[in-house]
């Protein structure tokens, strides 16, 4: 069993920046693709972006590319979310996931693929 805490989420003004980190217990976190995903106000949960177990790999979403920026550190068992340039779009509760049986060099995209899910931070952009 594998456990996700978020943390970092807040309220921040359109045009701004925050870090989301994700902390995992256990000591097998590195061979966990990792993912975020968000859940907007009255929407499903969407995709976001994912990184592979050693990091080699990235996938994100095309209403976040090139202003997010996953990344993690192995030896903090941590993965990361930069968010820049935040949009009144982007006002979500955003969760962690980790997929437990990853190949190596693999990030998922898809939410059936994760095993394991944080209980979500939130994020409110105003505008």
């Known amino acids: 069993q594998v456990q996700l805490v978020e943390s970092g989420g807040g309220l921040v003004q359109a045009g701004g920046s925050l870090r989301l980190s994700c902390a995992a217990s256990?000591?097998?976190?590195?061979?966990?693709?990792m993912g975020w995903f968000r859940r907007a106000p009255g929407k499903e949960r969407d995709f976001v972006a994912t990184i592979s177990r050693r990091g080699g790999t990235t996938v994100y979403a095309d209403s976040v590319k090139g202003r997010f920026t996953i990344s993690r550190d192995n030896a903090k068992n941590t993965v990361y979310l930069q968010m820049n340039s935040l949009k009144s779009e982007d006002t979500a509760v955003y969760y962690c996931?980790?997929?437990?049986?990853?190949?190596?060099?693999?990030?998922?995209?898809?939410?059936?693929?994760?095993?394991?899910w944080g209980q979500g931070t939130q994020v409110t952009v105003s505008s």
């Open positions: 996931a980790a997929d437990a049986e990853s190949s190596w060099g693999w990030a998922p995209t898809s939410q059936d693929a994760y095993d394991f």
């Open positions: 256990g000591r097998t976190f590195s061979r966990y693709a």
